[in-house]
T-cell receptor
Framework: EDKVVQSPLSLVVHEGDTVTLNCSYE??????LLWYKQEKKAPTFLFML????IEKKSGRLSSILDKKELFSILNITATQTGDSAVYLC??????????FGAGTRLTVKP | DSGVTQTPKHLITATGQRVTLRCSPR?????VYWYQQSLDQGLQFLIQ???????AKGNILERFSAQQFPDLHSELNLSSLELGDSALYFC?????????????FGPGTRLTVT
């Protein structure tokens, strides 16, 4: 059965710290992996990754995919309190049955 | 604001009843996805429509059904409601094709079944 596992489940850091969130997956007919940020509302799109080894970057956030080892990481540098959220990893196979991980709850303390 | 709209924002109803949730995708998006998010289950994919046709089915109960209309808005129908159906229901839309995985979520409908 397809599955997406995120770790850690929760993380507490202080402003300025760098964090690495992990996502491993087992999916048949992998097409892409996506990262979302969810605060107290709907998930917002961060990155879509389809190729191994190519880093996607947006400001202090970056992500990379390893299709051989079946995982992705999301890095956040110089964290701010506004980064506090649940970060969701999702995998989209070719049959479009998106699978989401349970999420990592990040708390950034001032 | 993602450009995806959902109505109503909140819905309170009794067990055994039937409700309809509505979603309007972003302008230009052909795909609509429905998700259920509950505290113990996380975000669960229910169903996807692309340009009016069902494209993929996830963990959708037989009591639930959906459709996408010619104007591309979509409705999710939930019937014979049970207490366990209480959840946040999200609609998301995307362009479709390889870029279709970039989904933009609506604000959600919070359903409470009493």
């Amino acid at each position: 059965e397809d599955k997406v596992v995120q770790s850690p489940l929760s993380l507490v850091v202080h402003e300025g710290d760098t964090v690495t969130l992990n996502c491993s997956y087992e999916v048949t007919n992998f097409r892409s992996l996506l990262w979302y940020k969810q605060e107290k509302k709907a998930p917002t799109f961060l990155f879509m990754l389809t190729s191994s080894g190519i880093e996607k970057k947006s400001g202090r956030l970056s992500s990379i995919l390893d299709k051989k080892e079946l995982f992705s990481i999301l890095n956040i540098t110089a964290t701010q309190t506004g980064d506090s959220a649940v970060y969701l990893c999702a995998v989209a196979p070719y049959n479009n049955d998106m699978r989401f991980g349970a999420g990592t709850r990040l708390t950034v303390k001032p | 604001d993602s450009g995806v709209t959902q109505t109503p924002k909140h819905l309170i109803t009794a067990t055994g009843q039937r409700v309809t949730l509505r979603c309007s995708p972003r302008s230009g998006d052909l795909s609509v996805y429905w998700y259920q998010q509950s505290l113990d289950q996380g975000l669960q994919f229910l169903i996807q429509y692309y340009n009016g046709e069902e494209r993929a089915k996830g963990n959708i109960l037989e009591r639930f059904s959906a459709q996408q209309f010619p104007d591309l808005h979509s409705e999710l129908n939930l019937s014979s409601l049970e207490l366990g159906d209480s959840a946040l229901y999200f609609c998301a839309s995307s362009v479709g094709g390889i870029k279709g995985d970039e989904q933009y979520f609506g604000p959600g409908t919070r359903l409470t079944v009493t």
